[in-house]
Each structure stands twice: as C-alpha cells, then as structure tokens.
C-alpha cells in the first residue's frame, strides 16, 4: 500500500485527532489568504499544510478556503454566523503561534469539550452496563415497574397465578 | 391479501392481473348487455356521521401534533440560546476580539517598522552604487588625463620629416653599442667592442 504525498502522516487518523482547534459553533467559514513564495508567509504556508487538516477534521461543518497569492502580506478571516467578520494577521508568525491564536480567540475552552464529552456519554434515555449508562435496568428507571427483588409484582403480572386462573378455568 | 393483513395497503399491484379470460379489448359478454354497475349502497345519516367522526379525528390528530412540534422546537431553542447566547458568552466573545484587535495592531506596527527599515536600506544601497559609479569614473577620467599628458611628453622625442634628415646624422654619429652578457647573478658584462 503506497503512502500518498509529501508527509503522509498528516493523512493518518491519529495524527488528524490530535488536532485541538474545534471552532465555537457559530463560527461558519475560514478563509486563508497567503503567498506561496516570501519569508514572512512561511508561516502561513506551514499553518496550510499541517494544520488545517487536522482543524477540518474537528470541524467537519465549517467551509474552509484557500486564497494563494492574492495579497501581498498574508491573514485569516472567519466568518460568523451572525456577519460578524474577524480578521487575523498573520504575518511572520510560526504555524504554532497561528494554531494557538486561533484556538484562544474562537475555539472551544477545554471545560467545554469536557462537558460535551460527558453530555455524550451519558445519555440519559439509554440503559444499559454501568460504565457507559446511568441506569442499569428498566427497573430503575422512573415511572416504571419496580424491580420484584424488591417490590414483589402483582399477582395479575406473575405467570404462576395467570397459569393458575388458566387451569381452574 | 399477504402474510400480513395489517401491513398491506388497500391495493397491491397482482403479479397476475385478475381480468380471467378476457383482456381489456375484447368487448363484454352478450348476456351482459343491459348489466348495470351500480356503486355500493351509501347510508347519507351513516356516511355524515362517519365523515364528521373523522373530521374531528384528524383536527385533533394534527393539532395535537403540532403542538409537540411547536414544544420540541421550542426546547431546542431555548438550549441553544443558553448555550451560545448568555450574557458572559457575549462579554468573553467581546473580550477576545479585542485582545484580537490588539494583537493586530501589534502585527501592523511591526511590519510597519520592517517595511521602514527596508526602505533604509534601499536608500543606503543606492547612494552607495552612486558613489562608487562616480568614483570609478573619476579614476577612469584620471588615467585618460595621464595618458594624454605622457604622449604629449613622448611627442617631444618625435621623429618629424623636417628633422628627419638631422636626426638620421646624430644616429650615425654615435654609434650604439647593444651587446652585453648577464651572469647567473644578474650581473651585467658590457666588454664586447662595437666594430
């Protein structure tokens, strides 16, 4: 099996997940302008090749879209969901310094993934072993029939006495 | 028809079709001729009643569902307001920006100080090219005047047509005598006589 490109490690899954940029959710096209050639868009170009990648993978519904050579000095632009237009320069920045730019003033908080993560984990109308769900059983669930370990179930529910009613009759 | 009554619709498409002998071209039987097909028989009272019933029904069928939509929708609102919306969301989304603004106005003064010193050095480098264009013009000027000066000097020594005659005299007179011997140590020997 070939590897494709330059640096194909930026194609594998694990390399794509360590990406720790996911935009807030009202953020809704990225925009790079920069020049393939000149030291101060080194940066940038860097920023292109390995990082947004991993951003696009985080943020699968966010649009992302290269500008090459059409500025002389080169910068990001997002656009939000409510026309709100941010602007960042990044000329003569590495493509780390870039990444952590972006991730302080649009990506989510750390606090905020974590909550999301538990949100998703727990989803309250599923049942099932204790280390994925809340609850265990339908036994425990409110509004529901008791477990008979402890709350013995009416007689009209229990199949002794429906066999019993069955067979008298 | 079907393995499932509940689940089949009103009409199925047969993989036979049910006309019998005939199809649909032939003309009908004879004995058929004064056949009246009539539709089936409709109680009025029954049929309003039926279709008032149902009426009623479906209004509150689809009121009723209307209303979870409405709620659903609703609840999905108010999440997402709570979510993005809230007054500290704003004033940290707010703060950003202006820590943004900042850190682009720091980006701008910088470049500014780059684009500055550029122009500098540009400057400098071409007052330097000048000066060295005109200094290597003015040495060339200062070989040119040397030259000239030393062939005015030479044209002194010229042999002219008119002291031609003159000049051929003197060299006759005196003899020059151009063989000399050197010794391994530089040493010049003018002994051999003229003859």
């Known amino acids: ?169 | 028809p079907g393995p499932f009554p509940g689940l089949c619709p009103g009409w199925c498409p047969r993989a036979v079709p049910a006309r019998g002998r005939k199809s649909r071209h032939d003309p009908p039987a004879k004995s058929k001729a004064s056949r009246v097909k009539l539709p089936p028989p409709v109680d009025p009272e029954e049929l309003l009643v039926v279709l008032e019933r149902y009426r009623q029904h479906r209004l509150v069928l689809s009121a009723l569902r209307a209303e979870f939509r409405a709620e659903v929708l609703q609840k999905k609102q108010e999440e997402r307001l709570a979510a993005e919306g809230s007054v500290e969301e704003l004033e940290e989304h707010r703060r950003l920006m202006a820590w943004n603004a900042k850190e682009n106005a720091r980006q701008q003064a910088r470049r500014e100080e780059r684009v500055r010193k550029e122009k500098e050095e540009q400057r400098r480098r071409k007052l330097e090219i000048a000066e060295k264009q005109a200094r290597k013009w003015e040495a060339f000027l200062e070989e040119k005047e040397k030259e000239v000066l030393q062939l005015q000097e030479e044209a002194k020594n010229f042999i002219t047509p008119e002291n031609l005659e003159a000049r051929i005299e003197e060299c006759l007179d005196n003899p020059r005598n151009y063989n000399f011997a050197i010794d391994k140590d530089g040493r010049i020997v003018k002994r051999t006589v003229l003859s």
Not at chain 1, 139 to 146: A, F, L, N, T, Y
Request: charged residues 30%; aromatic residues 10%; contains cysteine.
């Open chain 1, 1 to 169: 099996m070939p590897m494709k490109g330059r640096f194909p490690v930026r194609r594998t899954l694990q390399y794509l997940s360590q990406g720790d940029v996911v935009f807030k959710s009202s953020v809704k096209v990225m925009t790079v302008n920069y020049n393939t050639a000149g030291e101060l868009s080194e940066g940038a170009r860097k920023f292109v090749f390995f990082n947004i990648p991993q951003i696009q993978y985080k943020n699968p519904w966010v649009q992302i879209m290269l500008f090459r050579n059409m500025t002389p000095s080169p910068f990001l632009r997002f656009y939000l969901e409510n026309g709100e237009q941010v602007l960042v320069d990044v000329e003569d920045k590495t493509n780390k310094e870039i990444t952590e730019h972006v991730k302080k003033i649009l990506g989510k908080s750390k606090e905020m993934l974590e909550k999301e993560e538990r949100k998703k984990l727990s989803h309250p109308a599923i049942f099932g072993p204790k280390k994925y769900h809340l609850r265990e059983c339908m036994c425990e669930i409110e509004g529901q029939v008791p477990c008979p370990a402890f709350v013995p179930l009416p007689k009209e529910m229990r199949g002794k006495y429906k066999a019993a009613m069955k067979n008298e009759a």
